[in-house]
């Protein structure tokens, strides 16, 4: 499972961090794009599961989903994603497969327990 191996990297990363400031973590920040191809239910009850056992036993996996921006050439301009399956501008319907954002997978904060 995909969203498995995810999941114990991102905590294996929190660990570290953990162990590198001596101190507890409770809640892990993700930004998470509609194009990375992760299911952010099965990403959250993996993450409880890749926690077990490990000093992060507890914490909570926060994650922000982010929506897709795509570059539309009529438009000049970023705009949002009409849809995941057809690659065309929301305002004017121009297709453009140029992705702004959307693909995030990333850590971007750590909460740490003083
Ligand atoms: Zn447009």
Known sequence: MHELSIAMSIVE???????RRGAKINA???KLG??????TSALQSSYE???ENTPLEGSQLIVEEVPVVVYC?????DRLL??????????CGAPTPDVVQGKE?????LEIQE
């Open 82 to 91: 009409s849809s995941i399956q057809f690659f065309t501008c929301a305002e």
């Open 49 to 51: 599961m890749a926690c």
């Open 73 to 77: 050439p009529r438009c000049r301009a």
């Open 105 to 109: 997978l990333e850590v971007v904060a």
């Open 13 to 19: 990363l929190a660990e570290e961090e953990a162990v």
């Open 34 to 39: 509609a194009l990375a191809g992760v299911v």
């Open 28 to 30: 892990v920040h993700l």
